[in-house]
């Protein structure tokens, strides 16, 4: 069993740069790959960001592209969401996953097939 515990998320303003963290319990984290995904406030839960097990691929939504970094630190057990230049548009609450299945091939863009998910920090830009 996989625990996901994120943190980082605050008030920012628009342009300002915020990094998530998402901490994992399973000393075999490393053999997940990890996504994130955000739900704004009326909408669904939509694909941020994810990260291969290797850490060799990744896989952005259109919306963050060029904006958000996904990364980790297997050491550290930690996966991470840099995100720069931060919109109004961005406000949601983030949640990190893990992939149901170690050593996955690629990565999932879509919630089917995370089968572990942290409960969320909530990020809000003012503009």
């Known amino acids: 069993q996989v625990q996901l515990v994120e943190s980082g998320g605050g008030l920012v303003q628009a342009g300002d740069s915020l990094r998530l963290s998402c901490a994992a319990s399973?000393?075999?984290?490393?053999?997940?790959?990890m996504g994130w995904f955000r739900r704004a406030p009326g909408k669904e839960r939509e694909f941020v960001a994810a990260?291969?097990?290797?850490?060799?691929?990744?896989y952005y939504a259109d919306s963050v592209k060029g904006r958000f970094t996904i990364s980790r630190d297997n050491a550290k057990n930690t996966v991470y969401l840099q995100m720069n230049s931060l919109k109004s548009e961005d406000t949601a609450v983030y949640y990190c996953?893990?992939?149901?299945?170690?050593?996955?091939?690629?990565?999932?863009?879509?919630?089917?097939?995370?089968?572990?998910w942290g409960q969320g920090t909530q990020v809000t830009v003012s503009s």
């Open positions: 990260i291969s097990w290797t850490g060799s691929s990744t």
């Open positions: 399973e000393r075999t984290f490393s053999s997940y790959a």
């Open positions: 996953a893990a992939d149901q299945t170690k050593y996955s091939i690629g990565v999932r863009t879509t919630v089917v097939g995370y089968g572990y």
